[in-house]
């Protein structure tokens, strides 16, 4: 148990469907992260979130929407999406900065196809 | 332009030797560092990590060493055992506060028995 979960673990959509990916955090964390890993990529952050404000949006095109309306709940809407938009998407929480800690903690990911 | 390199995508070792995987680094304002280390259908779990005021660091089989001025770190697995065959990622932060990990593309490990 990691702590952080993600649903559904497997997506598969169309070009012109829209759907959402799920995380959510068990920890008592104050910020979540969306990375993309794509085959042979390193992880590319997409989007952070910390006291539910968004602070970093790594110019991520608008077909990605994150939504954090707590602390503990992430999510990301696709709409409209391409083939190489294919990928695991993967979210991660941390403590705040006040903490000390600068570890993430990972959810297993969301394995994405779009045909 | 890649500022977390990890430049050789597999590595094979025997169970019981060491394994040493490398990581390079340009962005000098990079302080801390961390790895993480993935199996197949799971995400990254944290392994180490180093601050950049230290040199070494050592958590029971794993050692992560800091050459700052070579902008090179190290992870040392000893002994190997066949459980460590994952993939391991090198993560580095950097001053001023942003959240924002930047990871290389990740190193396979691979220990037989």
């Known amino acids: 148990e990691t702590g952080v979960t993600q649903t559904p673990r497997h997506l598969v959509m169309g070009m012109t469907n829209k759907k959402s990916l799920k995380c959510e955090q068990h920890?008592?964390?104050?910020?979540m992260y969306w990375y993309k890993q794509s085959a042979k990529k390193p992880l590319e952050l997409m989007f952070v979130?910390?006291?539910?404000?968004?602070?970093e949006n790594n110019s991520v095109p608008s077909r990605f929407s994150p939504e954090c309306p707590n602390s503990s709940h992430l999510f990301l809407h696709l709409h409209t999406l391409q083939p190489e938009d294919s990928a695991l998407y993967l979210c991660?929480?941390?403590?705040?900065?006040?903490?000390?800690?600068?570890?993430?903690?990972f959810g297993p990911g969301t394995r994405l196809t779009v045909t | 332009d890649q500022q977390v390199k990890q430049n050789s995508p597999s590595l094979s070792v025997q169970e019981g030797r060491i394994s040493i995987l490398n990581c390079d680094y340009t962005?000098?304002?990079?302080?801390?560092f961390l790895w993480y280390k993935k199996y197949p259908a799971e995400g990254p779990t944290f392994l180490i990590s180093?601050?950049?005021?230290?040199d070494k660091n050592e958590d029971g089989r794993f050692t992560v060493f800091l050459n700052k001025s070579a902008k090179h770190l190290s992870l040392h697995i000893v002994p190997s055992q066949p459980g460590d065959s994952a993939v391991y990622f090198c993560?580095?932060?950097?001053?001023?506060?942003?959240?924002?990990?930047?990871f290389g593309k990740g190193m396979k490990l691979t220990v037989n028995p």
């Open positions: 991660a929480s941390s403590q705040d900065r006040a903490s000390g800690s600068q570890q993430q903690y």
């Open positions: 920890l008592g964390h104050n910020a």
């Open positions: 979130y910390s006291l539910e404000e968004r602070v």
């Open positions: 962005n000098s304002m990079f302080d801390y």
């Open positions: 180093i601050s950049s005021i230290k």
């Open positions: 993560a580095a932060k950097s001053q001023g506060g942003s959240e924002k990990l930047v």
